[in-house]
């Protein structure tokens, strides 16, 4: 107990603790469900508290969104691997060009936008959750998901389009 | 048609990061191609539903119940306003898992914290695999068996070679994830403790085996031939050292 000493504790307390909501949302985002991520955002935070001696300053919410990620993919690979080798068919899902019609995204539409972003595939879905939701830079999103910055700038690329693209086909579907 | 600037100038720039200079000059290729303006406008669009939908969930009050739960029989429920309350209950839950933790975890990491993080992860997952209850993988002694199914998960050819006559008897593998990435994990036994080799690849050079435990557990790691290795167990350092010997026998 003293090994760890007061200021650690402190430092884990002012440091990681008011990234709880990052680690969950992160967590739920992945694994698709609040059930789960609630699980999983438990056992990191645990994890994390394990592994703060290691962590030597610099971004706290960086670091521990890096350990839920892990424990998420962890998770996934446990409890269901094909989701992790779930590859998203771009030829199927990109056959519609974007015109003045396909637009009109119906933008209040939570539960439309929740479907299509967990459709996407995982490495998609985190890198979107983590620039959009999370509003991380691209140096942060590099040192959560261990992807070189030129990754994270082309897999937004894909992960945006294919959102785009499934949002402008489910509107269209959904027309008389 | 698509431009070559929409994969990555675009994203840059819509994101705001790009240098000036090079904001600049996306900017100056941005009056003549109809299709990065139109792709601009996407872009806009996508953000503002994302933001209007209000995806974003924060921690569930259940989770931060489930952080707390030791500590709730002693805790003010009527008093302190919930805010209030829950931040008391988050440090003192955040005192409780370090308290829990420290007897558990070695005081020393090592230096390099990248590697002493990885090799936290790779015992974490060799503990995990010593739990009780089902474990995804493939039980068998058998080398094609465990191969064959070992480059199905992996995505690259793994190494199977049944050492038991030399007294580490091939148990089976599985795959794990490590980082974030998919490795392949050959299961030994030696004289009743079990053996995890971790395997994935890699572009660093080929290293010399190095050593090191951690929470009571030793671990062996070298890379060769594009592939790091990484053994851990239970069982003496003696141990996996003759196995990292029979693995490579070059070293």
């Given at each position: 107990m003293t090994e760890l000493g007061l200021e650690d504790r402190e430092r884990f307390e002012q440091l990681v603790l008011p990234h709880v909501d990052a680690a969950f949302n992160l967590a739920r985002w992945l694994l698709r469900g609040r059930m789960d991520a609630e699980d999983v955002a438990q056992e990191a935070l645990l994890r994390a508290c394990r592994f703060f001696r290691g962590f030597h300053g610099g971004d706290a919410r960086a670091w521990l969104l890096q350990i839920v990620r892990n424990t998420c993919y962890t998770w996934l690979e446990k409890n269901r691997p094909l989701e992790l080798s779930m590859e998203f068919d771009e030829e199927l899902h990109l056959q519609t060009c974007a015109t003045p019609e396909t637009?009109?995204?119906?933008?209040?539409?939570h539960k439309r936008l929740t479907s299509a972003l967990e459709m996407l595939p995982p490495r998609f879905r985190e890198v979107l959750v983590l620039r959009?939701?999370?509003?991380?830079?691209y140096k942060e999103i590099a040192a959560i998901t261990s992807i070189p910055i030129g990754t994270v700038m082309s897999s937004l690329s894909r992960a945006r389009r294919q959102l785009y693209s499934a949002l402008t086909n489910s509107s269209q579907g959904a027309r008389p | 048609m698509r431009c070559d600037f929409a994969d990555s100038l675009l994203q840059g720039y819509f994101d705001g990061e790009l240098s000036d200079r090079r904001a600049t000059e996306f900017e100056r290729h941005l009056r003549h191609c109809d299709h990065c303006v139109a792709e601009l406008v996407d872009l806009d669009l996508l953000r503002d539903s994302l933001q209007l939908a209000q995806l974003y969930e924060p921690a569930t009050a259940s989770l931060r119940r489930k952080i707390n739960a030791p500590l709730r029989a002693s805790?003010?429920?009527?008093?302190?306003s919930q805010l209030r309350l829950w931040h008391w209950l988050a440090a003192a839950a955040a005192l409780l898992f370090i308290a829990i933790l420290l007897g558990i975890v070695g005081p020393r990491l090592s230096t390099d914290d990248y590697q002493a993080e990885l090799a936290g992860e790779i015992v974490d997952a060799y503990a995990h695999s010593l739990q009780p209850g089902p474990i995804d993988g493939i039980a068998s002694n058998d080398e094609r068996v465990v191969n064959g199914r070992l480059v199905r998960g992996a995505g690259f050819a793994v190494p199977v070679r049944d050492f038991s006559n030399e007294g580490f008897a091939l148990k089976g593998g599985r795959i794990d994830v490590i980082e974030g990435r998919s490795v392949a994990v050959l299961v030994y036994e030696r004289n009743g403790h079990p053996i995890n080799v971790f395997i994935w690849r890699t572009r660093e050079r080929d290293s010399p085996p190095r050593t090191g435990s951690r929470q009571s557990f030793q671990w062996i790691d070298w890379r060769k031939g594009r592939m790091e290795f990484c053994a851990v167990s239970d069982a003496h350092r003696a141990d996996l050292e003759q196995l990292q010997k029979l693995i490579d026998p070059s070293a």
């Amino acid at each position: 107990m003293t090994e760890l000493g007061l200021e650690d504790r402190e430092r884990f307390e002012q440091l990681v603790l008011p990234h709880v909501d990052a680690a969950f949302n992160l967590a739920r985002w992945l694994l698709r469900g609040r059930m789960d991520a609630e699980d999983v955002a438990q056992e990191a935070l645990l994890r994390a508290c394990r592994f703060f001696r290691g962590f030597h300053g610099g971004d706290a919410r960086a670091w521990l969104l890096q350990i839920v990620r892990n424990t998420c993919y962890t998770w996934l690979e446990k409890n269901r691997p094909l989701e992790l080798s779930m590859e998203f068919d771009e030829e199927l899902h990109l056959q519609t060009c974007a015109t003045p019609e396909t637009l009109a995204i119906v933008s209040d539409d939570h539960k439309r936008l929740t479907s299509a972003l967990e459709m996407l595939p995982p490495r998609f879905r985190e890198v979107l959750v983590l620039r959009e939701l999370e509003g991380c830079s691209y140096k942060e999103i590099a040192a959560i998901t261990s992807i070189p910055i030129g990754t994270v700038m082309s897999s937004l690329s894909r992960a945006r389009r294919q959102l785009y693209s499934a949002l402008t086909n489910s509107s269209q579907g959904a027309r008389p | 048609m698509r431009c070559d600037f929409a994969d990555s100038l675009l994203q840059g720039y819509f994101d705001g990061e790009l240098s000036d200079r090079r904001a600049t000059e996306f900017e100056r290729h941005l009056r003549h191609c109809d299709h990065c303006v139109a792709e601009l406008v996407d872009l806009d669009l996508l953000r503002d539903s994302l933001q209007l939908a209000q995806l974003y969930e924060p921690a569930t009050a259940s989770l931060r119940r489930k952080i707390n739960a030791p500590l709730r029989a002693s805790a003010p429920t009527t008093t302190a306003s919930q805010l209030r309350l829950w931040h008391w209950l988050a440090a003192a839950a955040a005192l409780l898992f370090i308290a829990i933790l420290l007897g558990i975890v070695g005081p020393r990491l090592s230096t390099d914290d990248y590697q002493a993080e990885l090799a936290g992860e790779i015992v974490d997952a060799y503990a995990h695999s010593l739990q009780p209850g089902p474990i995804d993988g493939i039980a068998s002694n058998d080398e094609r068996v465990v191969n064959g199914r070992l480059v199905r998960g992996a995505g690259f050819a793994v190494p199977v070679r049944d050492f038991s006559n030399e007294g580490f008897a091939l148990k089976g593998g599985r795959i794990d994830v490590i980082e974030g990435r998919s490795v392949a994990v050959l299961v030994y036994e030696r004289n009743g403790h079990p053996i995890n080799v971790f395997i994935w690849r890699t572009r660093e050079r080929d290293s010399p085996p190095r050593t090191g435990s951690r929470q009571s557990f030793q671990w062996i790691d070298w890379r060769k031939g594009r592939m790091e290795f990484c053994a851990v167990s239970d069982a003496h350092r003696a141990d996996l050292e003759q196995l990292q010997k029979l693995i490579d026998p070059s070293a």
